[in-house]
């Protein structure tokens, strides 16, 4: 018996091809419907009490509760541009910025100047009503006031304005991404098949999955939340395995042809071979993307959601409307030719020079696995001391103005950085209140806390009191945990224990990051343990070889080696920061190892499938293990490369951008990609794969042979166990 789920590409591929226009028809209609369903529904967006995790997350739930929660603010700051400040003219100025913002629409009320510590600045705190007021206003009346007093300084920064212009050059980043990447693709597609329908099918089939899926992630996101940033996540995968499942279809398609066959009989032994490697490499990729549900975070939820459903529509599309595009075009999918690209293709044999390249790999496998096994150790050895830690405003674009004027805010005002946030609910007010003063100053024997003008507030039903301990540390700093950690486990207890019926937790921004920071740490072991599980299950299923899943497994652990000590070298040590534009925070962002871990193991599986999806091919029409794992390769070598360098230019564009996510995001894929695709796919695979020999490949009844009892008996017939078309 036939195994369904291994037919279900030809099945699927012969029906689109006899029925081209039912198949195109039902895909666009999809596509429309989807579309549709993104305008009429509206998104469920993640709402910020979705992000609260551990104790910092309940410290701001009761803090929410008791309407303790920190107003949306804008903080005005005066200094002066000779370096002596007129304490007349800033109060002034102070004075003129408080009378211009009490009329702006959105602004409950403007307190009283705060002089620094130093009486260099001058700082006019003004209070919102929410974060989601117009922006453009506030800084209207600010440039009024500086325009009023060219001696002074006057600049803002708070909630509103810096989110404003984080969003605006997120949008800028993403739209240039988006420009040049596609031209950028269009042209590697150009140069792989010297043909403009070709090269433009793969980015079409792409494109409209990633259309879809933004419009089916609506009604989904009543199920599970959306996160700003899917979107992205949305385009980055679903132009990243659009294009390649186009690509390894049509490239065997256009070899079919080349080699003699129909159109159909082209498009059903691509449906076969390269059809099925397509859906169980998708499948490889869903399952790791999977891996991230595994850290219970709503926004790796978001972005999981989105990605598997990008997956599994662009694996539905390779499989029914490509098929369907091909069978109607026939050969018009060759043009309009480009002449010289054209005459390049057509004159390169396949695999001619790969197998040329992998010659002295096969022929000394020990050698060529133990050099690449050498280089891969040396990329991977950093990756033990990569330091992660959230976002920060260290992390945030240097030249963007908000930023500027909030780094001197809190140069000036250490109060208006990092702090820690003590919450207690349910005590005596009175005995709160005399609990976290008595705590206030027991912390001020300590460098970590600037206690200096630190008071308790309380709720307006006094059941809630808290106070604000001020940290003189950057957020990323070691220090600042070690000071929450202090507070948590000696401070804070040694205080308000004795208080009767009383609740307590440390929160704020420090907390937070630390909260984050162990439950991540916790459950990374999970998550890669998941994706590396379920990934060497499914190569287990599908080649039917324990030791090629093992394989699989060792050289996904490889890959993600390189690309986290590539992220180590790079971002955090700040190696090449002149040649990207970028100052090292000395940490990597948390959620990006993360993100490379899944999508790498993700992309590189679809390499991985095809080449021993090709292999195996070979070994079932009769070649011997070594002459098939040298010919496999070489056969599959060209488009791996293709494949590979769409997205290692995609996400060298994205290391290019400004924001510190996009650019780490970038530098880790774009070389660990490279790398995967070359160094371990083309030198290590084929290595290991010879010397393991025939062990590696379970006898097994040949699947084109399968194939051929489903098929009318007139199309098709087996010679020497290699399916071989007789026409229709």
């Given at each position: 018996?036939?195994?369904p789920?291994?037919?279900?590409?030809?099945?699927?591929?012969r029906?689109?091809?006899?029925?081209?226009?039912?198949?195109?028809?039902?895909?666009?209609?999809?596509?429309?419907?989807?579309?549709?369903?993104?305008?009429?529904?509206?998104?469920?967006e993640?709402?910020d009490?979705?992000?609260?995790?551990?104790?910092?997350?309940?410290?701001?739930?009761?803090?929410?509760?008791?309407?303790?929660d920190?107003?949306?603010?804008?903080?005005?700051?005066i200094?002066?541009?000779?370096?002596?400040?007129d304490?007349?003219?800033?109060?002034?100025a102070?004075?003129?910025?408080?009378a211009s913002?009490?009329?702006v629409?959105?602004?409950?009320?403007?307190?009283?100047?705060?002089?620094?510590?130093?009486?260099?600045a001058?700082?006019?705190?003004?209070?919102?009503?929410?974060d989601?007021?117009?922006?453009?206003?506030?800084?209207?009346?600010?440039?009024?006031?500086?325009?009023?007093?060219?001696d002074?300084?006057?600049e803002?920064?708070?909630?509103?304005?810096?989110?404003?212009?984080?969003?605006e050059?997120v949008a800028?980043?993403?739209?240039?991404?988006?420009f040049?990447?596609?031209?950028?693709?269009?042209?590697?597609?150009?140069?792989?098949f010297?043909?403009l329908?070709?090269a433009?099918?793969?980015?079409?089939?792409?494109?409209?999955?990633?259309?879809?899926?933004?419009?089916?992630?609506?009604?989904?996101?009543?199920?599970v939340?959306a996160?700003?940033?899917?979107?992205?996540m949305?385009?980055?995968?679903?132009?990243?395995?659009?294009v390649?499942?186009?690509?390894?279809?049509?490239?065997?398609?256009?070899?079919?042809?080349?080699?003699?066959?129909?159109?159909l009989?082209?498009?059903?032994i691509?449906?076969?071979?390269s059809?099925?490697?397509?859906?169980?490499?998708?499948?490889?990729?869903?399952?790791?993307?999977?891996g991230?549900?595994?850290?219970?975070?709503?926004?790796?939820?978001?972005l999981?959601?989105?990605?598997?459903?990008?997956?599994?529509?662009?694996?539905?599309?390779?499989?029914?409307?490509?098929?369907?595009?091909?069978a109607?075009?026939?050969?018009?999918?060759?043009?309009?030719?480009?002449?010289?690209?054209?005459?390049?293709?057509?004159?390169?044999?396949?695999?001619?020079?790969s197998?040329?390249?992998?010659?002295?790999?096969?022929?000394?496998?020990?050698a060529?696995?133990?050099?690449?096994?050498?280089?891969?150790?040396?990329?991977?050895?950093?990756?033990?001391?990569?330091?992660?830690?959230?976002?920060?405003?260290?992390?945030?674009?240097?030249?963007?103005?908000?930023?500027?004027?909030?780094?001197?805010?809190?140069?000036?005002?250490?109060?208006?950085?990092?702090?820690?946030?003590?919450?207690?609910?349910?005590?005596?007010?009175?005995?709160?209140?005399?609990a976290?003063?008595?705590?206030?100053?027991e912390a001020?024997?300590?460098?970590?806390?600037?206690?200096?003008?630190?008071?308790?507030?309380a709720?307006?039903?006094?059941?809630?009191?808290?106070?604000?301990?001020?940290m003189?540390?950057?957020?990323?700093?070691?220090?600042?945990?070690?000071a929450?950690?202090?507070?948590?486990?000696?401070?804070?207890?040694?205080?308000?224990?004795?208080?009767?019926?009383?609740e307590?937790?440390?929160g704020g921004?420090?907390?937070?990051?630390?909260?984050?920071?162990?439950?991540?740490?916790a459950?990374?072991?999970?998550?890669?343990?998941?994706?590396?599980?379920?990934t060497?299950?499914?190569m287990?299923?599908?080649f039917?070889?324990?030791?090629?899943?093992?394989v699989?497994?060792?050289?996904?652990?490889?890959?993600?080696?390189?690309?986290?000590?590539?992220?180590?070298?790079?971002v955090?040590?700040?190696?090449?920061?002149?040649?990207?534009?970028?100052?090292?925070?000395?940490?990597v962002?948390?959620?990006?190892?993360?993100?490379?871990?899944?999508?790498?193991?993700?992309?590189?599986?679809d390499?991985?499938?095809?080449?021993l999806?090709?292999?195996?091919?070979?070994?079932?029409?009769?070649l011997?293990?070594?002459?098939?794992?040298h010919?496999?390769?070489?056969?599959?070598?060209?488009?791996?490369?293709?494949a590979?360098?769409?997205?290692?230019?995609?996400?060298?564009?994205?290391a290019t951008?400004?924001?510190?996510?996009?650019?780490m995001?970038?530098v880790?894929?774009?070389?660990?990609?490279?790398?995967?695709?070359?160094?371990?796919?083309?030198?290590?695979?084929?290595?290991?794969l010879v010397?393991?020999?025939?062990?590696?490949?379970?006898?097994?009844?040949?699947?084109?042979?399968?194939?051929?009892?489903d098929?009318?008996?007139?199309s098709?017939e087996?010679?020497?166990?290699?399916?071989?078309?007789?026409?229709?």
């Open positions: 018996m036939s195994n789920l291994a037919q279900l590409p030809t099945r699927a591929a029906w689109s091809a006899t029925h081209p226009w039912r198949a195109i028809g039902a895909w666009f209609l999809l596509v429309a419907v989807a579309v549709g369903l993104a305008m009429t529904v509206s998104t469920n993640v709402k009490a979705d992000y609260r995790i551990g104790e910092s997350g309940r410290a701001e739930a009761l803090l929410d509760s008791a309407g303790l920190h107003p949306p603010t804008e903080n005005v700051l200094t002066s541009k000779s370096g002596d400040l304490g007349a003219d800033a109060r002034a102070a004075a003129e910025v408080a913002m009490a009329d629409k959105g602004v409950v009320g403007v307190g009283d100047a705060i002089a620094s510590e130093d009486g260099s001058l700082l006019v705190p003004v209070e919102l009503t929410s989601e007021i117009d922006a453009e206003p506030l800084l209207d009346a600010t440039a009024a006031v500086q325009k009023a007093h060219p002074l300084v006057v803002q920064a708070g909630d509103v304005t810096i989110d404003e212009a984080i969003n050059r800028e980043d993403l739209h240039s991404a988006e040049i990447s596609l031209p950028i693709t269009l042209v590697l597609m150009l140069l792989a010297g043909a329908i070709a433009g099918l793969p980015v079409l089939l792409a494109a409209t999955s990633v259309a879809a899926t933004i419009g089916i992630s609506a009604p989904v996101s009543l199920l939340p996160e700003p940033t899917v979107t992205s949305i385009v980055l995968i679903g132009m990243a395995v659009g390649d499942y186009s690509l390894f279809y049509l490239k065997r398609e256009r070899q079919e042809r080349a080699a003699g066959r129909s159109t009989d082209a498009v059903a691509a449906a076969e071979t059809g099925h490697a397509i859906l169980v490499s998708g499948g490889a990729v869903i399952a790791a993307l999977a991230l549900f595994v850290l219970t975070d709503v926004t790796f939820n978001s999981a959601t989105g990605s598997i459903i990008v997956v599994a529509v662009a694996v539905l599309g390779s499989i029914t409307v490509l098929p369907a595009l091909l109607k075009l026939g050969r018009w999918v060759d043009r309009p030719r480009v002449p010289l690209l054209w005459r390049l293709t057509r004159r390169t044999t396949t695999g001619s020079i197998g040329r390249l992998l010659g002295p790999v096969v022929r000394h496998p020990v060529a696995l133990v050099v690449a096994t050498v280089g891969i150790i040396a990329l991977a050895v950093p990756a033990l001391s990569m330091k992660t830690h959230q976002a920060t405003p260290e992390t945030l674009p240097g030249d963007i103005p908000a930023v500027q004027t909030f780094r001197a805010i809190t140069k000036a005002y250490p109060s208006e950085g990092t702090s820690a946030q003590v919450v207690v609910t349910g005590a005596d007010p009175a005995a709160a209140k005399a976290l003063e008595g705590l206030r100053d001020g024997g300590f460098d970590d806390f600037a206690i200096a003008g630190a008071q308790v507030q709720s307006a039903d006094g059941n809630t009191s808290v106070l604000d301990l001020p003189p540390y950057e957020e990323s700093d070691d220090r600042a945990g070690a929450i950690e202090r507070l948590r486990t000696d401070l804070v207890p040694a205080a308000l224990d004795d208080l009767t019926g009383a307590h937790a440390v921004s420090a907390a937070e990051a630390l909260d984050s920071a162990e439950k991540q740490s459950r990374m072991p999970f998550l890669l343990g998941f994706v590396l599980l379920l060497m299950v499914m287990i299923a599908a039917r070889s324990v030791l090629l899943g093992v699989s497994t060792v050289l996904n652990l490889a890959s993600v080696g390189v690309a986290f000590g590539i992220l180590a070298i790079v955090q040590h700040g190696v090449g920061e002149s040649l990207l534009d970028f100052t090292s925070p000395g940490f962002i948390d959620w990006i190892p993360v993100f490379v871990l899944v999508v790498l193991v993700g992309l590189s599986m390499y991985h499938v095809f080449a999806s090709r292999i195996r091919e070979l070994i079932d029409s009769g011997s293990a070594r002459d098939a794992v010919r496999g390769i070489a056969d599959t070598a060209g488009v791996i490369t293709s590979a360098a769409v997205m290692v230019s995609v996400f060298a564009i994205f951008l400004s924001m510190m996510e996009m650019k995001m970038g880790g894929l774009s070389a660990a990609i490279l790398i995967d695709a070359t160094v371990i796919r083309l030198v290590v695979l084929p290595a290991i010397l393991l020999g025939d062990r590696a490949w379970p006898k097994r009844r040949t699947p084109v042979a399968a194939a051929a009892e098929l009318p008996p007139t098709w087996s010679q020497n166990g290699v399916l071989v078309p007789t026409g229709r």
